[in-house]
């Protein structure tokens, strides 16, 4: 740092000349009037006043000109704004980047401060130290970027918008805070981003850097211990296997108890000891005939730097019945699922009417799935809008390679299997062509694909390219346990056999009825609003805090929805010292940033102090001279 003072504001030096009239009054005193007396022995002072009178004679030496020369100096120095120079170059326009992720709430054992008060503490210096042409803007980085305060010099607003800055329960994206900081810059010309954060979060980040980067990682919090997943699976005996998830950061030998709530009431506990990036996976075996809330508490027996992966929900569904549309000319598909009495299969001949949407549709045209379902099974056509990639030949063929990784085909062989119809690619077409539209090969033909899946919105769709009937498939023990997969595969998707709970920073799809407003009541007790779309689907809205949600409206009155954490890179408070970018790596520094101090204030204080000693003075000494 250059301790040698710069001044801003150097017009402020002509004021110096104020000087000039100071001293000129101070020589030209009033005059007394000319009196007769017997004797000067009692009037030397007032000769001397009157040699000090004269324009052209040393005046003696008054400590009250003294105090009034000081006083001026001091209120010009103040005006001219002087500042200690830090050495370092001075942005005129400086972004300012403050983590205010899940991880940032976390303390430490010395301070017992969170990661956000510090980073609060240091933003604070800079503000203070703000030049006259200096301008700052606050940016808020989580789960998304949030703009607090435009560029400004105000440091009211600035510190407001910074004392009003909390912690969201989401992991952080700093890539989306880049890219709001690179659309200031055309607001403004930039040199430098400040980016101050506890370095939890992913250490390669896409993203050319189009200005320096100047990372301050923030101290590291301590031990942590806390819930990083928790689901529920229907057994085959009715009741539900509950699994839950506690990771540990740091500290080893660290014991904890986890207690099981459900629907208010604690059903199991179990102790744990977990060692340094220890996890372990609890499992838990309830009854739930209908819809149940679940929650787990974690009680650490140590100290524990993060309070909000502490506790997890998750919502039992009720039990139903799956409904199921199969075409009456696929008669394997009927067969094989005839026997299930969870299934309720339509077309039935007892009972023309049929529900307005279902579960599941196997279909063997286009017209069967255009009714509303959640899994959709075409067999034995070309989409429409693929007719111009694939066309389907009645000549034999075999499969050539399939996806063993997807759930329909889990468990599923098909080597040896023989098909009538073979889908053959058109001219030029290709693999790149279907994945443009959305689809993915699943079973590879030897002239064309012959299953392909695509997910539209909600709906997730499943094409044979040939007829599964007119192929060796239904004689073999493959094709049972596939329609057994895409069962399953429904019941997770109705959300039925297996359940995840919600986690920040998006509440799960909610369907209520179409295109109607909802008011959401958030745990912070903010409230927002959504609305519906023409089937009834709220999706998209954001979820910054663990805690209970409450939604009302149409069909919606006081629904509750319980989000939680759930993220294991939160949870294990990792401190990435290294930002990777696309081009190069940036460094992160632990000392703060070394910016110039403006002292126009301290000199203020100063003529203000002098300003006193002069009054003083002066009631101490009537005649304001000395004796």
């Known amino acids: 740092m250059n301790f040698w003072p710069g001044f801003y504001a150097l017009q402020g030096a002509w004021f110096l000349f104020l000087l000039v009239p100071l001293v000129i009054f101070y020589f030209l005193k009033l005059k007394r009037p000319h009196q007769r007396v017997p004797s000067l022995a009692l009037w030397s002072q007032v000769i001397n006043d009157r040699r000090v009178n004269s324009p052209f004679q040393k005046f003696k030496r008054s400590i009250l000109l003294l105090l009034q020369i000081l006083l001026l100096l001091f209120l010009v120095l103040a005006l001219m704004q002087p500042y200690v120079q830090s050495g370092a170059e001075r ?41 006259p042409d200096q301008q700052l803007s606050l940016v808020a980085v989580s789960s998304t970027a949030r703009r607090l305060t435009a560029f400004t010099d105000n440091q009211r607003v600035l510190k407001k918008a910074l ?53 301050q990682l923030l101290p590291a919090a301590g031990a942590n211990m806390g819930i990083t997943s928790f689901n529920a699976r229907k057994n085959q005996a009715g009741n539900w296997d509950v699994f839950i998830r506690i990771e540990n950061s740091k500290q080893a030998g660290s014991p904890a108890e986890i207690e099981l709530i459900q629907d208010g009431t604690s059903v199991a506990k179990e102790e744990i000891v977990l060692g340094s990036g220890d996890s372990q996976r609890l499992e838990f075996s309830i009854t739930a005939d209908k819809e149940s809330k679940l929650e787990v508490v974690l009680n650490p027996g140590s100290r524990d730097s993060l309070a909000a992966d502490n506790r997890a929900f998750l919502t039992i569904p009720q039990s139903r019945s799956l409904l199921i549309y199969i075409d009456p000319e696929l008669a394997s598909y009927r067969y094989a699922l005839a026997d299930n009495q969870e299934l309720i299969l339509y077309p039935q001949e007892k009972s023309p009417t049929a529900p307005p949407d279902y579960d599941l549709i196997i279909g063997g045209s286009e017209k069967d799935l255009n009714r509303p ?65 959305g689809y993915e090969v699943l079973i590879h033909g030897r002239l064309g694909p012959l299953l392909l899946q695509k997910r539209i919105g909600g709906e997730l769709e499943f094409y044979f390219l040939f007829n599964t009937d007119r192929s060796t498939m239904p004689y073999r023990v493959g094709f049972p346990i596939m329609v057994s997969n895409l069962i399953q595969l429904t019941l997770q998707e109705a959300g039925i056999s297996e359940t995840q709970a919600a986690a920040t920073p998006v509440l799960p799809p909610l369907e209520f009825q179409p295109e109607k407003q909802y008011e959401i009541l958030t745990p912070a007790g903010n409230e927002l609003r959504a609305e519906s779309d023409q089937n009834g689907r709220i999706s998209g809205v954001a979820a910054l805090h663990t805690g209970q949600y409450t939604i009302n409206g ?34 992160a520094t632990q000392t703060q940033i070394d910016s110039d101090k403006p002292l126009w204030g301290e000199f203020a204080f100063i003529a203000f102090l002098l300003l006193l000693g002069e009054w003083w003075y002066f009631q101490k000494r009537p005649a304001g001279t000395m004796s």
Not at 557 to 563: A, F, L, Y
Request: charged share 25%; aromatic share 6%.
């Open 373 to 437: 379902a959640l899994v959709k099974l075409g067999v034995g056509f070309v989409p429409e809008d693929l007719k111009k990639l694939i066309s389907l030949e009645s000549n034999l063929t075999d499969v050539v390679d399939w996806n063993r990784s997807s759930s329909l085909l889990r468990h599923v062989e098909l080597a040896d299997v023989q098909i009538s119809q073979q889908p053959v690619w058109a001219e030029n077409a290709n693999i790149e062509d279907l994945e443009a539209m």
């Open 554 to 587: 149409a069909g919606a009155e006081n629904t509750k929805i319980s989000v939680s954490l759930l993220n294991p890179l939160e949870t294990s408070l990792v401190s990435e010292e290294e930002i990777q970018f696309s081009e190069v790596p940036v460094t």
């Open 91 to 131: 942005a005129e326009y400086l972004p300012i980047l403050i983590d205010c992720s899940a991880s940032m709430a976390a303390t430490d054992s010395e301070s017992g401060k969170t990661r956000l008060e510090l980073a609060k503490e240091r933003v604070t210096d800079l503000i203070d130290n703000m030049l």
């Open 163 to 215: 004392a009003d800055l909390t912690v969201d329960d989401v992991p952080s994206q700093l890539e989306d805070a880049l890219r709001m900081t690179q659309a200031l810059s055309r607001t403004a010309p930039l040199k430098t981003v400040l980016f101050y954060s506890d370095g939890n979060f992913p250490r390669e980040v896409n993203f050319e850097l189009p200005f320096d980067l100047n990372f």
